[in-house]
């Protein structure tokens, strides 16, 4: 009983995990398309905008902080290679437990840094300092999201290392993709 709560909990955010991961991913064009736009603004109609640099910047910030539980989840962050790499698999798992702990103790500042600054946005009405002048406060919360959708995604990943240290199978099925010589 207690295995399958584990499963369905771990299932359940890898497929959140992914589906933003996936859909944040449309930003990527989008940012292509407002630099193109003030391009072709600024060079062939000498009318640049006002709003194309900012908003090319929130859309960058988002993907980057959104899209960090996705890599994550992708194994795709940077380990140190000369250490990772000589060990066995549990040992990489060992690995995983203390960085990740250490990962969701600096989110956990990220988090309450960021929602002191979205009280002090949504407060003071802080705005982007540009002819634009866009509101900041949607910034604070989104990263507020992010660093809560990588505490997410970390503790899956510890769950399921601890699981397969403690029975020595995985909790879920991996895909072949996801296997990385273990």
């Given at each position: 009983m207690?295995?399958?709560?584990?499963?369905?909990?771990?299932?359940?955010?890898?497929?959140?995990?992914?589906?933003?991961?996936?859909?944040?991913?449309?930003?990527?064009?989008?940012?292509?398309?407002v630099i193109a736009f003030e391009v072709f603004a600024r060079y062939f109609l000498n009318k640049p905008t006002i709003w194309a640099y900012d908003l090319?910047?929130?859309?960058?910030?988002?993907?980057?902080?959104?899209?960090?539980?996705?890599?994550?989840?992708?194994k795709a962050h940077i380990n140190v290679d000369i250490l990772y790499l000589a060990v066995s698999a549990n040992v990489k798992r060992i690995f995983h437990l203390f960085s990740g702990s250490i990962a969701i103790f600096f989110m956990g500042v990220v988090i309450i840094a960021s929602y002191h600054k979205f009280g002090e946005a949504m407060q003071f009405n802080y705005r982007r300092m540009s002819e634009w002048a866009p509101p900041m406060h949607h910034f604070w919360?989104?990263?507020?999201?992010?660093?809560?959708?990588?505490?997410?995604?970390?503790?899956?990943?510890?769950?399921?290392?601890?699981?397969?240290?403690?029975?020595?199978?995985?909790?879920l099925p991996q895909k072949d993709e996801d296997v990385e010589g273990n």
């Open positions: 207690f295995t399958s709560i584990l499963r369905v909990y771990c299932s359940g955010i890898q497929n959140f995990i992914a589906f933003v991961g996936k859909g944040i991913s449309i930003l990527m064009p989008m940012i292509a398309l090319s910047l929130f859309f960058s910030g988002y993907l980057a902080a959104l899209g960090g539980a996705y890599a994550q989840q992708k919360m989104m990263l507020i999201v992010a660093a809560s959708m990588l505490i997410l995604q970390i503790s899956n990943d510890m769950i399921k290392d601890i699981y397969h240290l403690v029975t020595g199978t995985d909790l």
